[in-house]
């Protein structure tokens, strides 16, 4: 890692990282996973949501925001019962199919970073696979009792978040990219995650407190607008990581090879 930093320093490098451009990926991954991503988990949270916030608290958790940050969330959506009262079969289906936009911006972002040209159309199937599985895994996460009451929980969600993230650009990247070369990637996605969660109890989450005094529910709406960019550049950068420790792997093994 020291090595790959070393030759950033000097200027190798820079070329993937430019041609990506991080920061319009994050924020079209931001505006299109409010529009289209957290709309239908809110449906599918308010499903099994029981006595409790709904995907308010799912966003708190996930957030990991103080109780005064949280209550400011729970302002911006509707409870569980409002949402399964006013939801219909077609609104669920025109929200799925607009949801699979978002996997779309994802693959584009994973085929950038590995210098890959477009799927062709006929692999729109795996976003349908892919949301598929997102939504489940943070549905389960949501719902199931293990995560909040077993102590092995933050080793085990570690592992799962490797697992999916490590699974999810070999799918979206239709096999093109070894497993080995992605799995750098997928434990640098989620290590980022879990720094952003960290820095998100320091930051976002007074911020959200703050600025719906402020501003209003809107200014809350900011600061989550903001948390989900941050989210796309830990996604897109960390799979950006994950390449660069590989080329740098491969060039130290191809080294090796002729020195031998």
């Given at each position: 890692?020291?090595?790959?930093?070393?030759?950033l320093?000097?200027?190798?490098?820079?070329g993937a990282?430019?041609?990506?451009?991080?920061?319009?990926?994050?924020?079209?991954f931001a505006a299109?996973g409010f529009?289209?991503l957290?709309p239908?988990?809110?449906?599918?949270?308010?499903?099994?949501?029981?006595?409790?916030k709904g995907?308010a608290q799912?966003l708190?958790?996930?957030?990991g925001?103080?109780?005064?940050?949280?209550?400011?969330?729970?302002?911006l959506?509707a409870?569980?019962?409002?949402?399964?009262r006013?939801?219909?079969?077609?609104?669920?289906?025109l929200?799925a199919?607009?949801?699979l936009?978002?996997?779309t911006?994802?693959?584009?972002?994973y085929e950038?970073v590995?210098g890959?040209?477009?799927?062709?159309?006929?692999?729109r199937?795996?976003h349908v696979?892919?949301?598929?599985v997102?939504i489940g895994v943070?549905?389960?996460?949501?719902?199931?009792?293990?995560?909040r009451?077993?102590?092995?929980?933050?080793?085990v969600?570690?592992?799962?978040g490797?697992?999916?993230f490590?699974?999810?650009?070999?799918?979206?990247?239709g096999g093109?990219?070894?497993?080995?070369a992605?799995?750098p990637g997928?434990?640098?996605?989620?290590?980022?995650?879990?720094?952003l969660?960290?820095?998100?109890?320091l930051v976002?989450?007074p911020?959200?407190?703050s600025s719906?005094?402020?501003?209003?529910?809107?200014?809350a709406?900011?600061?989550?607008?903001?948390?989900l960019v941050?989210?796309?550049?830990?996604?897109?950068?960390?799979?950006l990581?994950g390449?660069?420790?590989?080329?740098?792997?491969s060039r130290?093994?191809?080294?090796?090879d002729?020195?031998?």
């Amino acid at each position: 890692m020291r090595s790959v930093i070393r030759r950033l320093r000097a200027g190798h490098r820079w070329g993937a990282i430019s041609e990506l451009d991080l920061w319009q990926r994050s924020l079209g991954f931001a505006a299109l996973g409010f529009l289209t991503l957290v709309p239908l988990l809110i449906v599918v949270s308010a499903a099994g949501a029981g006595g409790g916030k709904g995907f308010a608290q799912w966003l708190g958790d996930g957030i990991g925001v103080s109780e005064a940050a949280r209550v400011e969330i729970e302002r911006l959506f509707a409870l569980p019962g409002q949402v399964r009262r006013t939801t219909t079969a077609f609104g669920l289906a025109l929200l799925a199919v607009f949801g699979l936009s978002f996997g779309t911006v994802v693959q584009s972002g994973y085929e950038k970073v590995w210098g890959l040209p477009p799927a062709r159309w006929w692999a729109r199937w795996r976003h349908v696979v892919w949301l598929a599985v997102l939504i489940g895994v943070l549905y389960l996460f949501a719902v199931s009792p293990f995560w909040r009451e077993n102590p092995a929980s933050g080793v085990v969600s570690l592992v799962c978040g490797i697992l999916f993230f490590w699974w999810s650009q070999r799918l979206l990247l239709g096999g093109r990219v070894r497993w080995m070369a992605l799995l750098p990637g997928a434990v640098a996605t989620v290590l980022g995650l879990l720094g952003l969660r960290i820095f998100s109890r320091l930051v976002f989450s007074p911020l959200i407190a703050s600025s719906a005094v402020t501003y209003g529910p809107f200014g809350a709406f900011l600061v989550i607008q903001t948390w989900l960019v941050a989210v796309g550049v830990v996604v897109f950068g960390g799979a950006l990581t994950g390449r660069l420790v590989d080329s740098e792997l491969s060039r130290r093994f191809a080294g090796r090879d002729v020195g031998e």
